[in-house]
């Protein structure tokens, strides 16, 4: 029997290094309007996911794939693929 799909989270990081320039939280806003119509795919923003590059990182769970500074359409492409 096959497993229904998990639902996909986006853990955007708007810790210190990631959102030095209000990057971090642009995308996070970006990324919650795109998800208003997106059935299975959640948002929630993180301090810090110990990942620095110094671009806003976001972690797909439960895949854990990381992206850093990901184009935000793209993104909900990807997450509801997963
Ligand atoms: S401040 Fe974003 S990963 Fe560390």
Do not use: I, K, W, Y
């Amino acid at each position: 029997m096959r497993e229904p799909p998990q639902d996909c989270r986006l853990l955007v990081c708007v810790g210190p290094r990631c959102d030095a320039q209000g990057r971090g939280s642009a995308l996070l806003a970006r990324l919650r309007a795109l998800l208003e119509d997106a059935a299975g795919v959640s948002c929630q923003s993180r301090d810090c996911l110990r990942l620095c590059t110094g671009e806003p990182v976001v972690r797909l769970e439960p895949s854990g794939d990381v992206l850093a500074n990901p184009d935000p359409e793209e993104l909900m492409r990807l997450a509801r693929r997963l």
